[in-house]
């Protein structure tokens, strides 16, 4: 059993940066792929990115490439999602989730409200 909890949410202008984290605990941490999505009301949950359980790989959707990145520290149970220009589209409920695929992600934090002004 993985259970995750982001943190680091908040209020931003355009254009500003913002860290989102996600701590894990539970031994399959470091075994499993892990991920971030986001949803903005009235529209569905959207993937973000993801990254290996050894961190070697990582996956973009083509809304965040070069903007964003997801990087993970297994010593530490941590994922991380650095976010860089925001824009006011990207305000969303961010979730981290923990899975053995890209496709099927099996468990999920509770969400981290990120708001960003025009």
């Known amino acids: 059993q993985v259970q995750l909890a982001e943190s680091g949410g908040g209020l931003v202008q355009a254009g500003g940066s913002l860290r989102l984290s996600c701590a894990g605990s539970g031994r399959s941490f470091s075994r499993l792929a892990m991920g971030w999505h986001r949803q903005a009301p009235g529209k569905e949950r959207e993937f973000l990115a993801a990254?290996?359980?050894?961190?070697?790989?990582?996956k973009y959707a083509d809304s965040v490439k070069g903007r964003f990145t997801i990087s993970r520290d297994n010593a530490k149970n941590m994922l991380y999602l650095q976010m860089n220009s925001l824009k006011p589209e990207d305000t969303a409920v961010y979730y981290c989730?923990?899975?053995?695929?890209?496709?099927?992600?099996?468990?999920w934090g509770q969400g981290a409200q990120v708001t960003v002004s025009s």
């Open positions: 990254i290996s359980y050894i961190g070697d790989h990582t």
């Open positions: 989730a923990a899975g053995f695929t890209y496709v099927d992600w099996d468990y």
